[in-house]
Every structure is written in C-alpha cells, then in structure tokens.
C-alpha cells in the first residue's frame, strides 16, 4: 500500500500530459536547462571573482606591509 505501482505512475503521467500539454513538456524542460547552466555559469564566475580579488588584496597586503616595514626601519633609525 505505502508503494507505487507502475499503474499509478502511468496514471499520474496520462494527467500530467493531458493538463500541460506534449509540447510544453519539452519547452518547459529546455527552460529547466537553461537556468541551470545559467546557475553554473555565474557560480564559476563568482569563483573566479573570488579569486581574483584574493589575488589583488594579497598583493595589495604585501606592498602596504613592504611600505610599514620602511616606515618602522626609518623609525628606528
């Protein structure tokens, strides 16, 4: 009782296809994918977003630490 058969499968099919269609079916599926690989898309470009910035934050911390360590040796003197 608590599984489905294939007969209710086929049933729930036949009414899935009679209220959207055969055509829609394969659009709406098409749209499916294209949101998907849009999804994928942006997911790499924040990746590589990321990276960047860490790249030029971890330049950008050398050269501020380069300009203290200046500052601290003409302290000292």
């Known amino acids: 009782m608590g599984t489905f058969s294939i007969w209710h499968w086929i049933i729930v099919l036949v009414v899935v296809l009679l209220l959207f269609g055969a055509g829609k ?35 950008t911390n050398a050269s501020t630490s380069a300009a203290d360590k200046k500052k601290d040796e003409s302290v000292r003197s």
Do not use: N, Q, T, W
């Open 25 to 59: 079916i394969p659009r709406l599926m098409g749209d499916v994918a294209k949101g998907v690989k849009a999804f994928k898309k942006g997911m790499a470009d924040d990746d590589d977003d990321g990276d960047k910035k860490i790249e030029e934050s971890g330049s």
